[in-house]
């Protein structure tokens, strides 16, 4: 049977907010089977419980943002992400801010402190969701689709029209069958444009963003002094926040993702289109370890 997974003890981090610039102090904690992925603002009196879930994403303004009764958790979108590549389905996440601390940018840091606290199975069967049929969002020129596949992958391709971005590889292809999530994913770091960074200040974001936790390009370069740490480290890094972000749906999905030029509201409004259709979508266990297909085992049963 494949099992659903929480920690085996509390760990803590504390970093700073990529938007917010302020200290952020995290502690992840186990928690009972069915539980979810539940964030708690501990700075607030008294502490706010948000289950994460697509109908409580609220901006997406350059991170996904969890908004319940007035209380907000942003940029949630890289732990969730590590959470689900590396098959976590319960979990507390106690944050002293109204967003997740950056990191380097990346969801390897999370990934590291996943493994650290340790990864337990429990005794309930992991539920999984299902797509039945395809399902399609567009805005514009850009679009995302999700459909029936007996495993998880994702097509992503960009457009920047940017001599950094562009001498690079727009396109990927992760099939978790075939590929790790740990070495082929989670070290592809955020990325941004210097000439963009006063109008996002005017806006009240990326006051923390630096070149420790984000690839920073000018005109025609990248400024970071290390470099890429993929050849194709701006796709993939497109694909890590889809893998958050369609996490927040709350359970892993059976189902290929194909998009280009996709975001987190759109990535977001794709699920809302999913979860409208009852029809498009159905709850799924694995009991006998034989049925299980070869596209989730690289995904929920990763070596930890």
Request: charged share 20%.
């Amino acid at each position: 049977m494949l099992r659903q997974r929480t920690l085996k003890s509390l760990i803590s981090a504390t970093g700073v907010g990529l938007h917010s610039g302020r200290k952020v102090n995290l502690v992840l904690r186990p928690a009972a089977p069915d539980t979810g992925v539940v964030f708690r603002r501990v700075d607030l009196m008294p502490p706010v419980d948000m289950r994460a879930s697509a109908d409580l994403v609220g901006d997406t303004r350059m991170a996904s943002c969890l908004e319940m009764n007035g209380a907000k958790i942003g940029t949630i979108e890289h732990l969730m992400s590590a959470l689900a590549g590396l098959g976590v389905d319960n979990v507390f996440v106690d944050v002293d801010a109204p967003e997740i601390p950056i990191m380097d940018g990346s969801a390897s840091t999370f990934v590291f402190l996943l493994q650290s606290a340790g990864i337990e199975e429990q005794a309930a069967p992991k539920r999984f969701l299902k797509v039945l049929k395809p399902i399609e969002v567009k805005d514009g020129d850009k679009w995302a689709r999700l459909e029936p596949y007996d495993g998880f992958r994702l097509d992503f391709s960009i457009v920047f029209n940017h001599p950094a971005v562009d001498r690079t590889g727009t396109r990927v292809s992760v099939d978790f069958a075939k590929h790790s999530y740990v070495k082929d994913v989670a070290r592809a770091r955020t990325f941004g444009f210097m000439q963009e960074v006063e109008m996002l200040h005017q806006h009240g974001l990326a006051q923390g963003g630096s070149l420790d936790n984000a690839i920073v390009m000018d005109e025609y370069r990248v400024l970071n002094a290390d470099g890429l740490r993929y050849a194709d480290e701006f796709v993939k890094h497109k694909v890590l926040d889809a893998i958050g972000d369609l996490y927040v749906v709350g359970h892993p999905l059976l189902a290929a993702f194909v998009a280009h030029k996709s975001g987190h509201a759109l990535n977001n409004a794709l699920l809302r289109a999913l979860l409208a259709d009852q029809t498009a979508w159905a709850m799924v266990t694995f009991e006998q370890p034989g049925v299980v297909p070869q596209g989730i085992a690289g995904l929920s049963l990763q070596a930890v």
